[in-house]
C-alpha cells in the first residue's frame, strides 16, 4: 500500500535546489492540486501569493475520481478559470486535468515542482487504519518538495512563522525553508524547541548556529510541555500564521501505529502546515 512506502530520502529536494543556478528564488515552481470544488478557492489564493512573491511558475493540477468521465466542457471551463487567474496575477504556468488516486498523480507531478500546495480537506485519522487510507498520509510520506496544507476557509500572507526544531534530519529540512522565508520575505520568525528537565537543549543550540551563519534573527522559546500542546499555545501567543515542521520521524509501518505529531497538529492546526522533508 502506499502508505507503507519508504519515500524518497530526506534532503532529496533541497540537494536538487541547490545544484541550481539560480538561487535567488526557492520556489520557482509552484503545484497547486485539487478536486476543483468550490471550497478550494482559499487554497488557489495561497499558492498565489506564493508564486507572485517568488516570481514563479503556477502549475494547477485538477484530480477527478476514478470512475468519472472527463468531461470536455467542465475540463475547458476548468482550464479558461486557470488561465485567467494566471493573467489576472501576471504569472506563467499551466493546468492539467488527469482522473484516478489523488495522491499518486499529486506525487509524481510533484517531481516538476518546488512546493506542493493542497488543501487540508481530509487530514490524517486517528486510527492506524484511518491513517492506512488517508490520501494526505501518502503525500506527506511520499513527497520530497514542501507540502503546504491549507485548511479549508484559512488564508494567510504568511509572515508570522513558527517552526517547531527538534534537531532532527527532517527538521533541518524545515529549518532551510524557515530561514530563507525570514530572510527573503521579512517573515517573522520563532523557533520552538523542547527540553526536558535540567538537560541541555542542542536544538535551539543548533538552530541559532544554523541562522546566525546567515544573518537571521528569531526569537526562540523553549518548552517543557508535550510538545502539540506547546505548539498550539505558542501559535496563538505569538500570532504565528504559518507552522514550519518536518515530516513523519517513524518508518511508516511505526508510524501508521502510533501516529505523529504532523498527524495530531494536521487535525487540530488551523492555519497553514509546511511540511518538510
Known amino acids: ?8 530520502a530526506v534532503g532529496t529536494w533541497r540537494r536538487e535546489r ?3 543556478r539560480d ?3 526557492l520556489f520557482s515552481a509552484v503545484l497547486v492540486a485539487g478536486r476543483g470544488v468550490e471550497d478550494e478557492l482559499t487554497m488557489l489564493e495561497q499558492a498565489v501569493r506564493i508564486a507572485k512573491q517568488e516570481n514563479g511558475r503556477l502549475l494547477g493540477l485538477h484530480v ?3 470512475e468519472a468521465d ?8 476548468l482550464a479558461t478559470f486557470f488561465e485567467e487567474t494566471l493573467a489576472t496575477n501576471q504569472l506563467k504556468g499551466a493546468h492539467s486535468v488527469v482522473r484516478g488516486n489523488p495522491a499518486r ?15 487540508l480537506r481530509h487530514p490524517p485519522g486517528d486510527t492506524p487504519l484511518r491513517r492506512l487510507n488517508s490520501g494526505f498520509h501518502t503525500l506527506v510520506q511520499r513527497i520530497s518538495r514542501p507540502l503546504l496544507a491549507v485548511p479549508v476557509g484559512s488564508s494567510s500572507d504568511l509572515s508570522r512563522i513558527l517552526l517547531a526544531y527538534d534537531g532532527s534530519p527532517k ?9 530563507y522565508m525570514a530572510l527573503r520575505w521579512q517573515s517573522k520568525l520563532v523557533v520552538l524547541t523542547a527540553v526536558r528537565g535540567h538537560t541541555t537543549n542542542d536544538a535551539a543550540t543548533k538552530a541559532k548556529a544554523y541562522l546566525d551563519a546567515h544573518d537571521t534573527s ?13 505548539i498550539l499555545q505558542t501559535a496563538d501567543e505569538q500570532h504565528s500564521n504559518l507552522l514550519v515542521m518536518g515530516g513523519y520521524g517513524n518508518r511508516p509501518v511505526r508510524q501508521l501505529i502510533v501516529g505523529s505529531t504532523v498527524d495530531e497538529m494536521l487535525r487540530r492546526f488551523k492555519r497553514p502546515i509546511l511540511i518538510c522533508r
Open 105 to 119: 498523480h499529486i506525487a509524481e507531478r510533484a517531481t516538476f515542482a518546488d512546493l506542493v500546495v493542497v488543501s
Open 70 to 77: 472527463i468531461n470536455e466542457e467542465e475540463t475547458a471551463a
Open 18 to 20: 541547490q545544484a541550481v
Open 171 to 179: 527538521a533541518d529540512e524545515a529549518l532551510f525553508v524557515a530561514c
Open 1 to 8: 500500500p502506499d502508505g507503507l512506502e519508504e519515500g524518497p
Open 218 to 230: 528569531a526569537t526562540f522559546v523553549q518548552t517543557e510541555d508535550k510538545i502539540t500542546k506547546a
Open 64 to 66: 477527478l475520481p476514478k
Open 23 to 25: 538561487k535567488s528564488r
